[in-house]
């Protein structure tokens, strides 16, 4: 796992913490109705955040190694 991947992590578990914590406060249908929605795009958030990532690493796989310098 990347740094970069990891942080998203955190970012998806905080982001869903707080749709639950806004259900919790405000009771009511409104909330209820939202928070799908919400937790929704978030996970579409994340897939494209992941897919990005896989781009990017297949992308850097792709490249040939880079030369060693040598020194005297």
Not at 1 to 14: G, I, S
Not at 34 to 54: D, F, I, Q
Request: charged share 5%; proline share 7%.
């Amino acid at each position: 796992m990347t740094t970069f991947e990891f942080f998203f992590d955190l970012v998806y578990v905080f982001a869903l913490t707080q749709v639950t914590a806004c259900m919790a406060h405000q009771l009511g249908w409104a909330p209820a109705a939202a928070a799908p929605w919400a937790v929704a795009a978030l996970a579409g958030a994340v897939t494209v955040l992941a897919a990005v990532a896989a781009a990017e690493t297949w992308r850097y796989a792709a490249l040939p190694p880079p030369a060693t310098l040598k020194t005297a």
